[in-house]
């Protein structure tokens, strides 16, 4: 399983995919080999955007609120 999960990871380097790519890759079920790929890239989608605004806040420069 860890040799799987390796060369998941260096497909993924090698395609400039995030490491998320390759985690998601061994949870995701799909009924067809096509919904399974759909379902993957889906998130992959999702999280590239969730990391961008994340980014796109931080770098904004807006005052940060302290709770005490």
Do not use: H, V, W
């Not at 061994?26 to 994340?54: F, H, M």
């Amino acid at each position: 399983m860890a040799e799987i999960e390796n060369s998941i990871a260096q497909c993924c380097k090698q395609l400039r995919l995030s490491t998320n790519f390759a985690g998601q890759a061994l949870t995701l079920e799909g009924d067809t080999p096509q919904k399974y790929l759909l379902n993957l890239l889906e998130n992959e989608i999702s999280y590239r955007i969730e990391k961008r605004k994340s980014k796109y806040l931080n770098t904004a420069g807006f005052p940060r609120r302290y709770r005490a």
